[in-house]
């Protein structure tokens, strides 16, 4: 059973930077698309960034440019590094992995394994 740890969230001011952690035990090798999701109170959940098993990365147009996702195939770890942190961009920030070697990257529903989330909360 792959299990999915966050770890990073926090508290910043508006321009700020943060780095999101994701590890991943319990199966990881079978993980062909990792990726990061929020949700928002009151908001449904949606695609920030994914990057596949070989590298190739997806964005939202929301973070584009300022988020970067990057993936360690060797420690089993995901990052999402988040610069020019906005006050829109506060949310609940999960972790999600696919089996699946053919994803809709930023499509939740792609994705059958899911961390418990960490808050990250940007302050005007």
């Known amino acids: 059973q792959v299990h999915l740890a966050e770890s990073g969230g926090g508290s910043v001011q508006a321009g700020g930077s943060l780095t999101l952690s994701c590890l991943a035990s319990?199966?990881?090798?079978?993980?062909?698309?990792m990726g990061w999701f929020r949700q928002a109170p009151g908001k449904e959940r949606e695609g920030v960034a994914s990057t596949s098993r070989g590298g190739m990365t997806e964005y939202s147009d929301s973070v584009k440019g300022r988020f970067t996702i990057s993936r360690d195939n060797a420690d089993n770890t995901l990052t999402l590094q988040m610069n020019s942190l906005k006050p829109e961009d506060t949310a609940m920030y999960y972790c999600?992995?696919?089996?699946?070697?053919?994803?809709?990257?930023?499509?939740?529903?792609?994705?059958?394994?899911w961390g418990q989330g960490t808050q990250v909360t940007v302050s005007s």
């Open positions: 319990g199966g990881a090798p079978n993980l062909n698309f």
């Open positions: 999600a992995a696919a089996t699946s070697s053919t994803v809709a990257p930023l499509w939740a529903a792609s994705y059958n394994y």
